[in-house]
T-cell receptor, first 116, second 112 residues
Framework: DTAVSQTPKYLVTQMGNDKSIKCEQNLGHDTMYWYKQDSKKFLKIMFSYNNKELIINETVPNRFSPKSPDKAHLNLHINSLELGDSAVYFC???????????????FGPGTRLLVL | LAKTTQPISMDSYEGQEVNITCSHNNIATNDYITWYQQFPSQGPRFIIQGYKTKVTNEVASLFIPADRKSSTLSLPRVSLSDTAVYYCLVGGGYSSASKIIFGSGTRLSIRP
């Protein structure tokens, strides 16, 4: 009954490879996100989708391509992996609020990517 | 952009009250202040959110002065299990198009 799940949990791969990380949420939320957390614990947003539509696209190399087949899924595909891509990637979801308060984000357990 | 500044780390002992302050000098009128907690090898988890004055829930209290340029997360009687990284986040809802900036957080270590 995990609210936000990610697969795989660990991913070890060689430079230049292409890999995907999958995310699913069963909370019925409208918005999903991808974050990257580096070794210094700095958590940085990469993308945000609302109802399958790209909303936030931060300065991320175009080797990273999110795909949202439906409202409950937001996958992250990474082409030509580089050493600097090694990090923990978190998926999150939230429900748009009617008021102006900040939506509570629910995070997945993270995917630890190591590029060798 | 409402950037936040927090202490990099803090130490305390079990049973003590811990206060973590976050500075956000450029907070916008519509911005809310939200705190998240992250345990090792887990994703961040929502703790508390507020707009002004004081908010309290079963986990923590959030104190926000009148000028809203800072906020203080207060954890009463901490235990070892409160050892985590705490993030202060300032912004509005998705509809306000505020950028989502978590920052590097405060690493809280609780000792016996």
């Amino acid at each position: 009954d995990t609210a936000v799940s990610q697969t795989p949990k660990y991913l070890v791969t060689q430079m230049g490879n292409d890999k995907s990380i999958k995310c699913e949420q069963n909370l019925g939320h409208d918005t999903m996100y991808w974050y990257k957390q580096d070794s210094k614990k700095f958590l940085k947003i990469m993308f945000s989708y609302n109802n399958k539509e790209l909303i936030i696209n931060e300065t991320v190399p175009n080797r990273f391509s999110p795909k949202s087949p439906d409202k409950a899924h937001l996958n992250l595909h990474i082409n030509s992996l580089e050493l600097g891509d090694s990090a923990v990637y978190f998926c999150a979801s939230s429900q748009e609020q009617s008021g102006r308060e900040q939506e509570t984000q629910y995070f997945g357990p993270g995917t630890r990517l190591l590029v060798l | 952009l409402a950037k936040t500044t927090q202490p990099i780390s803090m130490d305390s002992y079990e049973g003590q009250e811990v206060n973590i302050t976050c500075s956000h000098n450029n907070i916008a009128t519509n911005d809310y202040i939200t705190w998240y907690q992250q345990f090792p090898s887990q994703g961040p988890r929502f703790i508390i959110q507020g707009y002004k004055t004081k908010v309290t829930n079963e986990v923590a209290s959030l104190f926000i002065p009148a000028d809203r340029k800072s906020s203080t997360l207060s954890l009463p009687r901490v235990s070892l299990s409160d050892t985590a990284v705490y993030y202060c986040l300032v912004g509005g809802g998705y509809s306000s198009a505020s950028k989502i900036i978590f920052g590097s957080g405060t690493r809280l270590s609780i000792r016996p």
